[in-house]
T-cell receptor
């Protein structure tokens, strides 16, 4: 089992619709969680951190489920510009400290 | 611009040659990470530093790869005797402990 896993997609989403996807992680001691967005052939850019109580930033909502060890990202009122790969990042606590590990990414395609 | 800087942006080399990449992190960040990314995959962890100490190196990394951060500021990643399978985007990121990663533009390596 991979340490951080995502459904690769693609998720084909009509413009204006809502889409949600998850990221599962293996280490129950993980403390830090982030969602990044990556456009083709560009570096990842931070979308939002994920807090224990869940958090929202405009049309984006992130949730953490510690019991089932996953985080989620929900995008409301999808825009064409939301088309991208969404990467989750989780710290994997180890003996030397917490290394930040990526999932494989979920590709989202928003269509008119 | 005080973001993360990587050089060179592109590198084309022949199989068997050595290459070295440089990363200048955000100055107040004590953590520095190296990742490798191939098309359609999420960034794969290579190694990371806290100040000048290398805390962890991926088991996937062969002995041909070495990274340094001699004064706790910039870092170099060297690949010896390059192979075609080393062709990838090499991403550097920096952060404070527990905080999100800030990425450079990456170095795209092509081994012919």
């Amino acid at each position: 089992r991979k340490e951080v896993e995502q459904d690769p997609g693609p998720f084909n989403v009509p413009e204006g619709a809502t889409v949600a996807f998850n990221c599962t992680y293996s280490n129950s001691a993980s403390q830090s969680f982030f969602w990044y967005r990556q456009d083709c052939r560009k570096e990842p850019k931070l979308l939002m951190s994920v807090y224990s109580s869940g958090n929202e930033d405009g049309r984006f909502t992130a949730q953490l489920n510690r019991a089932s060890q996953y985080i989620s990202l929900l995008i409301r009122d999808s825009k064409l510009s939301d088309s991208a790969t969404y990467l989750c990042v989780v710290d994997l606590a180890g003996a030397a400290g917490n290394k930040l590990t990526f999932g494989g990414g979920t590709r989202v395609l928003v269509k008119p | 611009d005080t973001g993360v800087s990587q050089n060179p942006r592109h590198k084309i080399t022949k199989r068997g040659q050595n290459v070295t990449f440089r990363c200048d992190p955000i100055s107040e960040h004590n953590r520095l990470y190296w990742y490798r990314q191939t098309l359609g995959q999420g960034p794969e962890f290579l190694t990371y530093f806290q100040n000048e100490a290398q805390l962890e190196k991926s088991r996937l990394l062969s002995d041909r790869f070495s990274a340094e951060r001699p004064k706790g500021s910039f870092s170099t990643l060297e690949i010896q005797r390059t192979e075609q399978g080393d062709s990838a985007m090499y991403l550097c990121a920096s952060s404070l402990v527990g905080s999100p990663l800030h990425f450079g533009n990456g170095t795209r390596l092509t081994v012919t």
